[in-house]
């Protein structure tokens, strides 16, 4: 069952004086990614399909996954009316695909998938908490403080899931360690870059990844404060079983701030000569990709 339902939003209480045109376009992007994650529930359901427990568990997720893409969609066509998500998101659909028919976890263990888990909801749960804050529009401040409370809770989800796991396949704090950071490098694939591309590109503008991830995280890596990623780094710590408030988490989390802040301006920066010197358009993009799930 879910935790809220769209129509409990006070959509009512939009206020077009709070709408930043740079969060309309990283809620854009988001809406497609979310709206995705039926397809996350397949691929899930795939790797763990003798665990009728946890199968069960990844269709209520994927329910909720798809309307947090459903209510950043409403918002971002109260914001931009002219935006149609329907048709942006039938764009994104048709060039990017989830691979899903996996007998094993492209994590190599269940317990490796899981912990990729984890981190999909450490990165959701911080962005959607860092956005509630940065915006003053009070249904985006509403709408993302809902997200950030699923994504929370669906944290705890893998991470119980993940602790039966590790019981049996006891796969070593390294390993896990090497998951979770190469599933928090992998946010800058093409998932949210192309997701970008259709939300907010003509259609007649090819899609090029290093513009499109740049326009992307160079605003979204602007609203994170830091204490978003010292609750962040906590969770990645414990999920990957190591202590979540100790002086090392304190010492990850200041070198992640660190590397961040430092990102964001590259991307920024990039974004801001990509702006200055277009890229052709007449190019469309046809080819079907995919990225490890
Ligand atoms: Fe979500
Ligand atoms: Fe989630």
């Known amino acids: 069952m879910k935790h809220w339902r769209i129509e409990d939003v006070d959509w009512d209480s939009f206020d077009p004086a709070g709408v930043d045109p740079d969060a309309v376009a990283i809620v854009k992007a988001a809406a497609m990614v979310e709206r995705n994650g039926t397809d996350y529930a397949i691929y899930l359901k795939n790797v763990f399909r003798d665990d009728p427990d946890f199968c069960q568990a990844a269709d209520t997720w994927a329910v909720e996954e798809v309307q947090h893409g459903d209510a950043l969609g409403r918002w971002a066509m109260l914001a931009d009316p002219g935006w149609d998500f329907a048709a942006a998101f039938a764009r994104y659909r048709a060039g990017y695909q989830v691979p899903l028919e996996a007998d094993a976890s492209v994590r190599g263990s269940r317990t490796g998938e899981l912990i990729a888990r984890c981190m999909v909801e450490t990165g959701t749960s911080s962005y959607y908490t ?138 920024a920066s990039r974004q801001r000569s990509c702006l200055a010197s277009p890229a052709p358009t007449g190019i469309r993009h046809h080819g079907l990709f995919s990225r490890p799930t």
């Open 130 to 267: 860092a956005l509630a804050e940065a915006t003053s529009e009070p249904v985006l401040r509403q709408v993302c403080r809902l997200i950030a409370a699923d994504e929370y809770r669906h944290f705890k989800l893998f991470y119980d899931h993940m602790r039966r796991y590790l019981g049996r396949e006891r796969i070593g704090v390294l390993t896990r360690l090497r998951i979770a950071a190469g599933r928090v490098t992998e946010s800058e694939d093409d998932e949210l870059a192309y997701a970008f591309h259709c939300g907010n590109e003509p259609p007649d503008l090819a899609y090029q990844h290093s513009r499109c991830i740049a326009a992307y995280m160079g605003r979204a890596m602007g609203v994170y404060r830091f204490r978003h990623i010292e609750r962040g780094m906590g969770m990645t710590f414990k999920a990957v079983g190591l202590t979540p408030r100790g002086r090392l988490s304190g010492v990850a989390a200041r070198l992640a701030w660190w590397l961040l802040q430092r990102r964001q301006r590259r991307f």
